[in-house]
């Protein structure tokens, strides 16, 4: 009998493995995204839960790379309003971890039938969504139990930036890929701050993230691993959006997480975290450097998101388990969820 986390533990600890293989196939499998996909008007992305938030990062790799407008879809339209999109010249995206939710295998059918280009990125080439795609970017992270995504969703980022480089002009390089794994085996081998952190958010009440830029992606993902993990209610910002208005919450005694790169969007993390400190609430910060939880160090801002995540998913076991929950599997939840 797994003990509780043992899983999540595992599945976390195969993820520089299931990225340094991503990184080795990425030439090949951008030559066979070329081959299919043509230089499209502009992108849209099909995703629910945490491949959503996987696809935010993938609006900003891709819009850099590309210069062309990238937008989330909103499935409903389709699925629920029947409408049924022009979008000859695009190219559309779904991503599904298993592969099997029926509604981003509906839309971007759908989709394909209204004249995009289409790619599906999941773990499993063989699942429908990869089957009713004109091509496959294909995870290949192994079989995952635990019900919080974790070797899926950096997997899918990094698919993402396979994506974005292979079309376009991504902005990093090859020492980007040669560094990544490595720094989240770093990220796995000191365990030490997430432990102290967690125990710290096991007595609080709730949790705000924060970040802007590539990482906001990661401020998304953490707070939804959170509730996931621990059932704490957790809620993600956009450095920008916080201030307009959320930022009220700060009079509520709640810890708030920033997360980093090294990148234009420090200087709006700095001003935010002055004032947070100012008003005596608990920090918490990801990021190279001197931070509560380190990660990313050597590594491109957009790339080390992903090690970002690493120390996020590191967080929020290492809370529910503060609690005395099982993050492996969180009640009420399952590991697909078949919305429509």
């Not at 969504?129 to 079989?143: E, F, K, N, Q, S």
């Not at 920090?283 to 970002?308: M, N, W």
Request: proline share 7%.
């Amino acid at each position: 009998m797994p003990t509780p986390g043992s899983l999540m533990a595992r599945e976390m600890r195969e993820q520089p493995e299931v990225l340094a293989r991503l990184a080795q196939a990425r030439h090949s499998a951008g030559e066979e995204l070329r081959a299919v996909v043509p230089a499209p008007r502009g992108i849209v992305l099909v995703a629910r839960g945490s491949s959503d938030f996987a696809a935010v990062f993938g609006r900003y790799a891709l819009e850099a790379a590309l210069r062309v407008p990238v937008a989330l879809a909103a499935p409903s339209l389709v699925t629920r309003y029947g409408v049924r999109p022009n979008l000859d010249g695009w190219l559309a995206v779904g991503v599904s971890q298993s592969g099997r939710t029926p509604e981003i295998v509906d839309v971007l059918g759908a989709y394909r039938e209204g004249g995009a280009t289409t790619v599906a990125i999941t773990n499993d080439p063989d699942a429908p969504l990869a089957l009713g795609a004109h091509t496959v970017l294909a995870l290949r992270a192994g079989d995952e139990e635990a019900v919080p995504a974790t070797k899926t969703f950096t997997a899918t980022v990094a698919a993402f930036a396979v994506l974005a480089e292979a079309l376009g002009d991504a902005p990093w390089d090859e020492a980007a890929w040669d560094a990544l794994p490595q720094a989240v085996q770093a990220v796995l081998d000191d365990e030490d701050p997430a432990a102290t952190a967690g125990a710290q958010l096991a007595t609080a009440s709730g949790l705000i993230t924060v970040s802007r830029g590539y990482h906001y992606a990661v401020a998304l993902e953490a707070a939804l691993k959170i509730k996931e993990t621990t059932s704490m209610l957790a809620l993600g910002y956009s450095t920008a959006d916080f201030l307009h208005g959320p930022i009220a919450v700060l009079e509520r005694d709640l810890p708030v997480l920033t997360v980093r790169g090294a990148g234009p969007a420090t200087d709006d993390l700095d001003a935010l975290e002055r004032r947070v400190t100012a008003r005596g609430r608990p920090l918490l910060r990801i990021g190279p450097g001197d931070c509560d939880l380190p990660a990313g160090a050597g590594v491109d801002e957009a790339l080390s998101t992903i090690p970002a995540v690493v120390r996020a998913q590191q967080l929020a076991r290492e809370t529910a388990l503060a609690l005395g929950l099982d993050p492996d599997r969180p009640e009420g939840l399952a590991k697909v969820t078949a919305t429509h």
